[in-house]
Nanobody, 122 residues
Framework: QVQLVESGGGLVQAGDSLRLSCAAS????????MAWFRQAPGKGREFVAS????????TYADSVKGRFTISRDSANNTVYLQMNSLKPEDTAVYYC???????????????WGQGTQVTVSS
């Protein structure tokens, strides 16, 4: 059974950086798309970034473009989200997820991790 486990969240100040990790166990994602979503208090889940595991092609939400970078490590079956120049509005629970095709819509993603909290203070 494939499982996704996120880590790396925490409390930081505005302008700081964090790197989130999503480790997959029980399978590989060679032909899939991995993505990060986030959910702020009182809001719906929002697409952040995605990466095609095979091609490395990436997509970003406008709100994080230029600040966040998604990458993958095939040897360790892990996806990363490097977050720089963090803002208070980046505060949310961050989830990684897997889909068969690239999409910014959460309905296409069938496997989710448990989430990791990121809090950015002003």
């Amino acid at each position: 059974q494939v499982q996704l486990v996120e880590s790396g969240g925490g409390l930081v100040q505005a302008g700081d950086s964090l790197r989130l990790s999503c480790a997959a166990s029980g399978g590989t994602f060679k032909n899939y798309v991995m993505a990060w979503f986030r959910q702020a208090p009182g809001k719906g889940r929002e697409f952040v970034a995605s990466i095609n595991w095979s091609t490395g092609s990436t997509t970003y939400a406008d709100s994080v473009k230029g600040r966040f970078t998604i990458s993958r490590d095939s040897a360790n079956n892990t996806v990363y989200l490097q977050m720089n120049s963090l803002k208070p509005e980046d505060t949310a629970v961050y989830y990684c997820a897997v889909a068969a095709i690239a999409s910014t819509l959460e309905g296409f993603y069938r496997l989710w991790g448990q989430g990791t909290q990121v809090t950015v203070s002003s």
